[in-house]
Nanobody, 124 residues
Framework: QVHMVESGGGLVQAGGSLRLSCAASGRTISTYAMGWFRQAPGKEREFVGTIDWTGGRTYYADSVKGRFTISRDNARNTVYLQMNSLIPEDTAVYYC?????????????????WGQGTQVTVSS
């Protein structure tokens, strides 16, 4: 069983940046795609982006494309989410999860081992 711990969230002004980390323990994530999702108050959890096991391919939600970048360090069993040009609509709890079958997906049902999340708040 793999355990995820997200960190790096906080309060930032619009236009600012944050870098989230997702550290995995329990087993290696190096052969699995990883995903980032977010959940705003009163809304369903939504896809943010995903990265394949090599780190060579990434896919993003249209709402964050060009502003967010996912990367990974398999030696550290860690995945990152660099968030730039933040807007108030990015305010949410951000979660990482591991692909259930190994490949990338935009479907939340294809992920498991969710962490507790990290709060990101963007003020206007």
């Amino acid at each position: 069983q793999v355990h995820m711990v997200e960190s790096g969230g906080g309060l930032v002004q619009a236009g600012g940046s944050l870098r989230l980390s997702c550290a995995a323990s329990g087993r290696t994530i190096s052969t699995y795609a990883m995903g980032w999702f977010r959940q705003a108050p009163g809304k369903e959890r939504e896809f943010v982006g995903t990265i394949d096991w090599t780190g060579g391919r990434t896919y993003y939600a249209d709402s964050v494309k060009g502003r967010f970048t996912i990367s990974r360090d398999n030696a550290r069993n860690t995945v990152y989410l660099q968030m730039n040009s933040l807007i108030p609509e990015d305010t949410a709890v951000y979660y990482c999860a591991i692909s259930s079958y190994g490949g990338t997906s935009r479907n939340i049902k294809n992920y498991e081992s969710w962490g507790q999340g990290t709060q990101v708040t963007v003020s206007s």
